[in-house]
Nanobody, 122 residues
């Protein structure tokens, strides 16, 4: 079992930046690809970004490519999501998740955090 706790959400103006963190505990963090997802009110949860076990592989949703950067520090059991040039449509609850799958999966996640709210004002 892996426990995931997100932090770093908040209220920011359009064009601003936030850095989300997700701290993991439990099983070996480097055994998992780590993803970020988000869910806006009235919408389904959607994939945002993923980073592979070693951090060498990453993937992004088209809507955030060039603005968001995912990274991880396996020595700290933490994955990050740097979000720049934020837009009102980025407003959502952001979740980190862990997957046993190899590579950079965009689904098939086994472990989820509780989420952190990101609100971008116009």
């Amino acid at each position: 079992q892996v426990q995931l706790v997100e932090s770093g959400g908040g209220l920011v103006q359009t064009g601003g930046s936030l850095r989300l963190s997700c701290a993991a505990s439990g099983r070996t963090f480097s055994n998992y690809a780590m993803g970020w997802f988000r869910q806006a009110p009235g919408k389904e949860r959607e994939f945002v970004a993923v980073i592979g076990r070693t951090g060498l592989g990453t993937g992004y949703a088209d809507s955030v490519k060039g603005r968001f950067t995912v990274s991880r520090d396996n020595s700290k059991n933490t994955v990050y999501l740097q979000m720049n040039n934020l837009k009102p449509e980025d407003t959502a609850v952001y979740y980190c998740a862990g997957s046993n799958w190899l590579g950079v999966p965009r689904d098939n996640y086994d472990y989820w955090g509780q989420g952190t709210q990101v609100t971008v004002s116009s």
